[in-house]
């Protein structure tokens, strides 16, 4: 079992890079892990465990915070945190919301589809508002959007924790389909489900 309160599985977890926020010290990172993670898990069900967070890395090259695989390590999930993260403990912490979402059931290789991506920054922005106080926002008109067509999926579908009965019929939300949402008894416009089902690097602001 974890020892932390979640089943997000942590192995070898490392924090790596040389340039962080000042006064952002690891078991400051690791409380923030732990915390944002039991909240993501009440919220939308338990992480699945076959996969593992391997640890956090503040990188300097890339542009836009992401879940890196390495090859060396299947199964494994590493962080990255770029840009305003680098400097800002509060944009550090707005990125780790998102990806930590992201964790509970790992997509790979461009396969996350709109619900996922709504579902992270849907919850990045109520991690924001809650704990950052507003303090920063998205910025990324694809990720707004698609965080407003995950709040209509949750205005629409008319039943108790939505993604939780969701993930209890597929806990990958990269694989739901149709049938996933008849399997939990949600039904929605036909458009919206589209538009949910839709993989995320073809989705157009809307």
Request: aromatic content about 12%; hydrophobic content about 40%; some cysteine.
């Amino acid at each position: 079992m974890p020892y932390w309160g979640s089943d997000m599985r942590m192995e070898n977890f490392q924090i790596h890079g040389n340039v962080r926020p000042e006064g952002y010290s690891d078991e400051m990172i690791l409380n923030d892990v732990r915390r944002i993670s039991v909240d993501i898990e009440k919220r939308f069900g338990p992480a699945v465990n076959e996969w593992a967070l391997g640890g956090i890395a503040f990188d300097t090259v890339e542009e836009q915070p992401f879940l890196f695989y390495p090859y060396s390590r299947p199964r494994t999930v590493i962080i990255k945190l770029v840009g305003p993260a680098l400097t800002s403990i509060d944009f550090a912490r707005f990125q780790l919301a998102h990806e930590l979402a992201h964790c509970i059931n790992p997509s790979e290789r461009n396969l996350a589809n709109v619900f996922e991506e709504g579902m992270a920054a849907w919850y990045q922005q109520c991690y924001s508002t809650k704990i950052l106080k507003g303090r920063v926002q998205l910025g990324d008109e694809r990720y707004k959007s698609a965080r407003q067509v995950f709040n209509k999926f949750i205005k629409n579908s008319k039943v108790c924790d939505p993604v939780v009965r969701l993930r209890g019929v597929e806990p990958y939300l990269y694989k739901i389909t149709h049938e996933s949402f008849v399997t939990a008894d949600i039904v929605l416009p036909s458009e919206l489900e589209k538009t949910l089902l839709m993989k995320f690097k073809d989705f157009k602001v809307q």
